[in-house]
């Protein structure tokens, strides 16, 4: 069973950055679709980052400019950079990674943006 520790959540003011991580337990060298999450109180989980293994990316029009999805495959570790956060980037963010059709979930991180 693959696990996903994410790490680097916390409250920030707004227009600041934070940095999350995603430290996988086997390599990730293998995955074809890595992604993150978010889901604020009350609202469903959207998708605010994902990239496939051939380097194509998604940003939804709420994010796009201001965050950024990377890996590093010597760590096993993908990323979240976050920058100019808004009030309303507040919320439980989660990443996923797939091998070969086989996904794995965080168990979420916290991020709080202070108006």
């Known amino acids: 069973q693959v696990q996903l520790v994410e790490s680097g959540g916390g409250l920030v003011q707004a227009g600041g950055s934070l940095r999350l991580s995603c430290a996988a337990s086997r390599s990730i060298s293998s995955i074809n679709h890595m992604a993150w999450y978010r889901q604020a109180p009350g609202q469903q989980r959207e998708l605010v980052a994902s990239?496939?293994?051939?380097?194509?990316?998604y940003y939804p029009d709420s994010v796009k400019g201001r965050f950024a999805i990377s890996r590093d495959n010597a760590k096993n570790t993908v990323y979240l950079e976050m920058n100019s956060l808004k009030y309303e980037d507040t919320a439980v963010y989660y990443c996923?990674?797939?091998?070969?059709?086989?996904?794995?979930w965080g168990q979420g991180i916290q991020v709080t943006v202070s108006s």
């Open positions: 996923s990674l797939t091998w070969l059709g086989s996904t794995a």
């Open positions: 990239a496939t293994s051939s380097g194509i990316t």
